[in-house]
């Protein structure tokens, strides 16, 4: 029998694309979909998938859950651990279309959901750590259950096949969002589960990653003291984590995160000026563990804006460009020049280098 | 009655090549060689011979051989004649049999049964000809609060820590098992390298304060040489709680080894035999560990990191846990397969737990708690090879302090009577006749050479596995895999076995 993900490592190759539009102005899930087709070659139809930024605005203020369920007892189990911690504000299917080239796809359900008050403060937890741990605990306890996206006003579709067929499969066409990012699988196994597929998210941070770490396990082992259990064995899946750890639990800005995880070599971190070298080595000094070393280029999602990173050799390729509001990060520049051919800046990241886009701030806020 | 026992080792002269120089005679201090004016010829007494091999290395015609014995007992797999011949001993002499250096019997190696991943295809190597590969590596404390100052800069909450350029130091020998010229070597090669040498428990000599900022001083049971100066002249202080060769008790430096500088260094009496207690006797428990541990920080500040050194017993992992737990910054574990000046050889061959196992233990007791960002690992006992250093490091180890390596890179043979005082390289003896022998021009050179050589071969491995930094192999579990090893094994070790993917 195969195994499923999670139970064996899978390394894979990929490819990456986002976009974000930093006034705030939407777009439909058409574009990113039609990128990401630009670079099928770089997929093997073992998995696709897509994250979405600001497209649930009449549900905002709760957090969007997405499931996939093997059968009706793991949606009832799930259901009744949700509703001991959430209220749900409201629950359906996701509309999916029925492809010939998707199959196998598991019950595929969203909920809105608020913290029971008593239920919160009961914990002494701040709302999102308490998430964060029922989040954990669905995905650990409940067989059959996998709760792929957990965020407020964002949402992640994923799932086994050619990642501009997922996008069509889940009707991104509807979606409009500021923010999206995508991801086209070519595994090195065959995991044959939707909750393998990319981006990896936790609450409203997704990452979608091309590469293979020759860190892994050395950055398991370390984060997994801090609670996070890496049930997927996936580059992704702790990658994501360790910017949690670092950026919530631990409070670090997402420029301090990436002198963490793509560190500067010490030879060059000496030659730069006293405060930047100060800075550099009390984080690499701090966080030796979270170093991610071999391939890897990432484009880490949040509330309100994408950063793509390097490896610190760079040995992954990853383009930035932007064009008026819209900046645009992929593998290869071919997918945004599909969406995009007329840009006003085309430009490769170094390696290690993060490269932030943010949403503009709205009046009265200082602009970044 | 004495029992006549067949010497272990003959020493074999190609009479045709001899020319009777007597340079054999003359460096042999255990006088194994010597003219006989009847013959005209040289002659040997095999007794004597220790297997040193400084004759064979200086005999300038290359006449000289040492041969293991043909001589047998009536062969008994139960009854060795090694084993024979310690009943023999100790029926004669009623005492407690003595050796030194490591563990030399046939023992599993877990090293040997551990064998490192390299990337194909899906991830690139990387070459370290071509691109920076780091090694050095930094011990001690790293559990610092995120803290900032009014313009959101990061402020320096951290503890003290050490700097290695390479993930190797040179293990505790103190001045007194080893010579003064031995101490010189391997100070001006740890200063050479980046890295630190370690005083052991026999204090510091005052020429060499001037490098203290690569020495580690070590605080024993004896309390040998520690003062103020001592202290406060150091990098890092190690406490030795234990060693790997002789775990459960103290030391013994016989009488014969304390010259007059030794014993000004330990501050004791000249002449007189030196014993370590088997305990510290101001710790009977892990309370009054941390007790120590922190009068030290008082003692200097707060300004230099504290060692725990323990040898690998059977608890290791829960000892570690509560060392952890003791404010010290750095744990030092040293497997039964360590080396020593001197060591009853029952204790050095029964007791105690191989590094590799003890370490993998450690690392994941420390992480299942949580608190491995607490202290550093530094693996020893038994460390032959870059190769081992890499394996350790991957199983978890921050560094690894070498020995048995070091004394080998100083001309060192392995003959293992250092407990006689009569080394012939001038490594483990106080006579100053033989002292003079090590040069501590070339000494430091060989081991600068020989630490070299392993860290151009760890960048080598590292670089197949794509990875340039060491801090991402440290306990990079998957980077390794068992061959020959029981599920047990494997499981205590936290590998898989080779051919198993994850």
């Not at chain 2, 017993?313 to 000892?319: Q, R, S």
Request: include cysteine.
């Amino acid at each position: 029998m195969l195994l499923r993900e999670g139970e064996f490592r899978n390394p894979s190759g990929c490819a990456i694309a986002g976009v974000i539009d930093r006034s705030g102005q939407s777009m439909n899930g058409e574009q990113i979909i039609e990128a990401i087709s630009v670079m099928h070659e770089r997929s093997n139809g073992l998995g696709g998938g897509f994250a979405g930024y600001g497209i649930y605005p009449h549900f905002k203020d709760f957090y969007a859950f997405h499931l996939f369920y093997e059968g009706a007892t793991a949606q009832e189990e799930t259901e009744t651990f949700i509703k001991r911690h959430f209220e749900i504000v409201y629950f359906s299917e996701i509309q999916t279309r029925k492809l010939p080239s998707i199959q196998n796809e598991p019950l595929i359900y969203r909920y809105f959901l608020a913290p029971l008050p008593q239920k919160l403060a009961n914990s002494h937890l701040d709302e999102r750590e308490y998430v964060a741990r029922c989040v954990n605990r669905i995905n650990a306890q409940i067989k059959g259950a996998y709760v792929f996206s957990s965020g407020k006003n964002m949402g992640i579709f994923k799932g086994v096949g050619y990642p501009e067929e997922i996008g069509r499969f889940y009707r991104l066409e509807e979606y409009e969002g500021y923010a999206w990012t995508s991801h086209g699988r070519y595994p090195t196994n065959t995991p044959g589960w939707w909750g393998g597929a990319h981006p990896f998210g936790l609450l409203d941070f997704s990452v979608v990653h091309n590469g293979e770490i020759s860190s892994y396990d050395a950055n398991r082992r370390y984060i997994e003291m801090f609670g996070y259990k890496c049930t997927l064995q996936t580059d992704t899946e702790v990658i994501c984590y360790i910017i949690d750890y670092l950026v919530r639990k631990r409070g670090l800005t997402l420029e301090e995160t990436a002198h963490v995880v793509a560190a500067s070599f010490w030879e060059t971190i000496a030659t730069k000026d006293a405060q930047a070298r100060e800075q550099e080595t009390i984080l690499r000094r701090m966080f030796p563990s979270l170093l991610i070393t071999g391939p890897f280029s990432i484009i880490f999602g949040y509330e309100g804006g994408l950063m793509a990173l390097n490896d610190r050799l760079k040995l992954r390729s990853m383009i930035c460009a932007e064009k008026g509001d819209r900046a645009y990060i992929s593998s290869e520049e071919s997918a945004i020049r599909k969406i995009e051919p007329d840009l006003d800046r085309v430009w490769a990241p170094a390696g290690g280098e993060a490269v932030v886009f943010e949403l503009y701030k709205k009046e009265g806020e200082q602009k970044k | 009655m004495s029992m006549y026992i067949q010497p272990e080792y003959e020493v074999i002269r190609n009479e045709q090549r001899c020319i009777n120089c007597r340079a054999c005679e003359r460096q042999c201090a255990n006088e194994v060689h010597f003219f006989d004016p009847k013959t005209g010829k040289m002659n040997t007494d095999d007794a004597k011979c220790v297997n040193c091999h400084r004759c064979v290395c200086i005999c300038p015609t290359h006449a000289l051989k040492i041969v293991r014995s043909d001589d047998t007992y009536k062969v008994n797999a139960n009854w060795s004649k090694q084993t024979i011949n310690e009943v023999y001993k100790q029926a004669d002499s009623g005492g407690v049999l003595l050796s030194s250096m490591g563990n030399p019997n046939p023992l599993v190696s877990f090293w040997d049964k551990m064998l490192i991943n390299a990337s194909q295809v899906t991830n690139p190597p990387i070459d370290p000809l071509r691109e920076p590969m780091e090694t050095q590596v930094c011990l001690g404390k790293r559990t610092a609060k995120i803290e900032r100052d009014a313009s959101g800069k990061l402020k320096n909450t951290l503890l003290p820590h050490l700097e290695l350029k390479v993930p190797i130091m040179f293990s505790a020998m103190s001045y007194g098992s080893i010579s003064y010229n031995a101490h010189a070597s391997l100070a001006r090669a740890a200063q050479e390298l980046g890295t630190y040498y370690n005083t052991g428990e026999g204090g510091l000599h005052k020429d060499f304060y001037k490098y203290g900022k690569n020495t580690i001083v070590q605080v024993a049971s004896g309390r040998f040489g520690v003062f103020k100066d001592y202290l406060e002249n150091a990098a890092a202080i190690e406490i030795k709680m234990g060693q790997g060769a002789k775990p459960g008790i103290g030391g013994h430096l016989p009488g014969t080894k304390i010259s007059s500088d030794v014993a000004e260094t330990r501050m004791i009496p000249e002449g007189v035999d030196a014993i370590s207690p088997a305990p510290h006797h101001d710790i009977y428990s892990i309370e009054d560990l941390r007790q120590l541990v922190y009068s030290l920080k008082e003692t200097t500040s707060y300004k230099k990191p504290i060692i725990v050194k323990i040898a690998a017993v059977h608890n290791v992992a829960a000892i570690a846990s509560g060392v952890a737990r003791s404010g010290a910054d750095i744990i030092a574990i040293d497997g039964y397969c360590g080396g020593t000046g001197a060591a009853p050889t029952r204790i050095r061959d029964n007791v105690g737990i191989p590094i590799e196992l003890a370490l993998a233990a450690v690392d994941q007791r420390l992480r299942e708690e949580g608190i491995r960002d607490e202290i550093s690992i530094v693996a020893s006992g038994s460390v032959r090879s870059s190769s081992d250093v890499v394996k350790a490091i991957a199983l978890g180890a921050d560094a690894c302090y070498i020995g048995t390596a070091a004394l080998l890179a100083m001309g060192c043979h392995l003959c293992r009577a250092c407990q006689q005082g009569k080394c012939n390289w001038g490594i483990a003896t106080q006579r100053p006749d033989l002292v003079k022998r090590l040069n501590p021009e070339t000494a430091s050179k060989n081991l600068v050479n020989l630490v070299t050589a392993w860290d151009r071969e760890i960048q080598e491995m590292m670089g197949g596995m794509g990875i340039n930094s060491i801090e991402a192999l440290r306990g990079n579990r998957l980077m390794l895999r068992g061959i020959g090893l029981t599920d047990t094994e494997l499981k205590v070790l936290g590998i898989r076995y080779a051919g198993e993917s994850i």
